[in-house]
């Protein structure tokens, strides 16, 4: 005979269904007029720069990039739920919250070009360079929030990461390490189905993502990620919590990324087929919150035709001053590897500026 | 002044710069209560307090991964890696990470982060404690590489190190913890990184090492002189990365004549980069090839044959014997 040593269970949370019809009353998010047409405006956005990266990468003027539609409300409602103070560390694909916490959207574009300045972070925007690695910003996310408990500042540090970076050892780690020294710190999982072509059922044995925060000791909680207001709403649990010392949280949006993996050669159509792809395009985020602020009076057609002319401006004067951008180049490239450069360095440099070479 | 062991002044050198600047945290696996496996923390968490010097969940990648998150915060992080041969767990947070950060940033962040790990054969560990990793970081930029030979150097080095705005990996010979003591002013000094340090005057060849090997070399070149009456100069290189080539070409200048020892496999590591340096920038002033004197490109072997794998002062002769007979 066995008794239970332990006992877990993973809330899953949904305010609108697919309609924009609000099915959990108890968890719309007190939000404002404004805000909530914040929250749809920031997502019109989203959508819009998408599209218009999409083309600019076909026409080979952007460089890496991953597309986010279908990502929307994962990625806005998480990030509208953070202080500017607070420090993201996102990773390639998380494009838009890095925009909307405060990175400028042309070095965005100089970042997927990749041009060092891309990275070059102002100073009063509190965000880490978009990670390539799959899951090593998950284990610097605990230094980060480490170092405003240690200060006594009252922030948060949030990373990202998606489904296949659930599957490795650094996730475990992240969190293991945020439960153990208790630290402000929120672990945003995107599942989005697919970790580039491998589906999210051949990650793990584990019937939901955020059960793997149990094992760290800290809170999982599962949502759905194409619900804006749910997002919102267990985000904002999750920032609020850390930054009222009680440890961190883990959070799996579930959701679905329309588009390729990236613009480098993926092909969505190799291993997921139309039927699932209509499927998730029934439950979009976009439709879902109109519909909601429509049937609230906050929302027209007209508004948001509108709100499509001003992002496309935005990104029209972005894009304009990362084409106006200087080159960099190789001797900037070896400036910048160390404080002072090497000896060595200082040799190399000059083999390739011809000046003063010995 | 006092006399030290390596070890001591290690722990001397960390409980000066933990007094001296805030920013600077001590962490790892054991490093806080107990002090370290070889108690190189030893009373530090007691003086400055858990939040300064704490122990860590058993996991590296987390360890460096806490560390670089820290610096972008404007710490001075010194974690511990307990062994050196368990770095590989962390290889993304420093190659990948860490060494990275600057350039990634066009200087936005850095990483001004000591890595402390103890490494180094001839103490009879288990597998992969041993190891002579150093080599690894050489193909690494972004990261400076330093190796102590002695108490003296190694709290110079250290303070160094930390102070350093850029990640330093910073690499304790356990043979040499507690091998011999060494008068160690109790003030503040500081090496400069990437320089290296004459241990020995000599005129007819030049030992190129590092680590435990420059003792073996100094012995090496005594029984030298003794048996063939020629005269070794020993350079200790102190940093391998970046080489002070600058020492290691005047001294050929005046022998003509140089190996390179280190307990290193031979392949692609810091010996076959001096060579290269020497190639490049010494060729005219030498009288013979420049000789590797190394274990095989084998594993760290198992504890039972590891002296024999090891550089002796023996082979080392053999090697000198063979660079002046060509």
């Known amino acids: 005979m066995s008794t239970s040593a332990a006992q877990f269970e993973v809330p899953y949370v949904q305010v609108l269904d697919e309609n924009g019809n609000v099915t959990n009353p108890d968890r719309v998010p007190s939000l404002n007029d404004e805000q909530l047409r914040d929250l749809m405006k920031r997502m019109v956005f989203t959508r819009i720069w998408d599209q218009r990266a999409i083309k600019l990468a076909r026409?080979?003027?952007?460089?890496?990039?991953a597309p986010v539609a279908g990502q929307e409300a994962s990625m806005i409602g998480s990030e509208f739920a953070t202080n500017k103070d607070d420090f993201l560390l996102p990773g390639y694909r998380d494009i838009p919250q890095c925009y909307f916490h405060g990175y400028p959207l042309h070095q965005l574009f100089l970042y997927s070009r990749g041009h060092q300045l891309g990275g070059k972070v102002p100073d009063d925007v509190?965000?880490?360079?978009?990670?390539i690695i799959i899951g090593a910003q998950i284990v610097q996310t605990p230094g980060v929030a480490l170092a405003f408990k240690l200060r006594g500042e009252k922030r948060v540090a949030v990373t990202y990461t998606g489904d296949g970076g659930t599957s490795q050892g650094d996730f475990y780690e992240g969190m293991n390490f945020a439960g153990a020294m208790k630290l402000p710190a929120v672990f945003f999982v995107q599942n989005n189905q697919y970790a580039i072509s491998v589906p999210r059922e051949l990650q793990t044995a584990a019937q939901t993502l955020a059960q793997k925060a149990v094992a760290a000791g800290i809170p999982g909680v599962q949502v759905d990620g194409m619900d804006i207001l749910a997002v919102y709403s267990v985000m904002r649990e999750a920032v609020d919590r850390a930054r009222a010392g009680e440890g961190p949280t883990m959070i799996e949006a579930i959701t679905f990324r329309y588009g390729p993996h990236t613009m480098s050669g993926d092909d969505p159509t190799r291993y997921r087929t139309q039927e699932t792809q209509e499927a998730w395009e029934k439950r979009d985020p976009l439709i879902r919150f109109r519909n909601y602020l429509v049937s609230k009076g906050l929302w027209s057609e007209q508004e948001e035709q509108a709100y499509i002319e001003e992002a496309k401006e935005t990104i029209n004067a972005a894009l304009k001053q990362a084409d106006e951008t200087e080159k960099m180049t190789v001797p900037q490239l070896i400036d910048s590897m160390f404080a002072e450069p090497t000896q060595e360095l200082l040799r190399q440099r000059a083999e390739i500026t011809g000046e003063g070479a010995n | 002044m006092a006399q030290m062991t390596m070890i001591q002044a290690i722990t001397h050198a960390l409980d000066l710069e933990l007094a001296r600047d805030e920013r600077v945290l001590v962490f790892g696996e054991d490093v806080g209560h107990n002090g370290g496996v070889f108690r190189a923390t030893e009373g530090l968490q007691k003086k400055y307090g858990e939040d300064r010097v704490?122990?860590?969940?058993?996991?590296?990648?987390?360890?460096?991964?806490l560390a670089n998150g820290l610096a972008v915060q404007g710490f001075r992080p010194v974690p511990e890696i307990q062994f050196f041969g368990f770095v590989f767990e962390a290889f993304d947070q420093i190659a990948g990470q860490i060494s990275?950060?600057?350039?990634?940033?066009?200087?936005?962040?850095?990483?001004?982060?000591?890595?402390?790990?103890?490494f180094g054969g001839g103490v009879h560990t288990p597998e992969l404690h041993s190891d002579s990793l150093e080599g690894l970081f050489l193909q690494t930029p972004g990261v400076k590489v330093v190796i102590p030979s002695s108490p003296y150097d190694a709290k110079g080095l250290l303070l160094s190190a930390i102070r350093d705005p850029d990640p330093v990996i910073f690499l304790e010979h356990m043979k040499l913890y507690r091998s011999f003591r060494q008068e160690v002013p109790e003030e503040?000094?500081?090496?400069?990184l990437g320089v290296a340090n004459v241990v020995r005057e000599g005129k007819d060849a030049t030992i190129v090492t590092y680590g435990a090997m420059v003792a073996t070399s100094v012995k090496a070149a005594e029984q030298w002189s003794k048996?063939?009456?020629?005269?070794?100069?020993?350079?200790d290189l102190r940093t391998i990365s970046p080489i002070d080539i600058e020492t290691i070409v005047k001294s050929i200048q005046k022998t003509n004549r140089a190996i390179v020892v280190q307990e290193a496999q031979r392949s692609a590591g810091a010996a076959a980069e001096i060579v290269a340096q020497i190639n490049e920038q010494a060729i005219y002033h030498l009288e013979a090839p420049v000789l590797r004197a190394t274990p095989p490109d084998t594993v760290y072997p198992f504890g039972m044959i590891e002296d024999d794998w090891l550089p002796t002062p023996q082979y080392i002769v053999d090697t000198l014997n063979k660079v002046t007979s060509l």
Request: with cysteine.
């Open chain 1, 126 to 131: 509190h965000c880490m360079i978009p990670q």
């Open chain 1, 59 to 65: 026409q080979g003027r952007l460089g890496f990039y």
């Open chain 2, 188 to 192: 503040e000094y500081t090496i400069p």
């Open chain 2, 227 to 235: 048996e063939k009456g020629l005269e070794a100069e020993v350079i």
């Open chain 2, 54 to 65: 704490f122990d860590t969940p058993l996991a590296e990648s987390g360890i460096i991964g």
């Open chain 2, 100 to 118: 990275r950060l600057r350039y990634r940033s066009a200087g936005r962040f850095s990483a001004p982060v000591t890595i402390r790990s103890p």
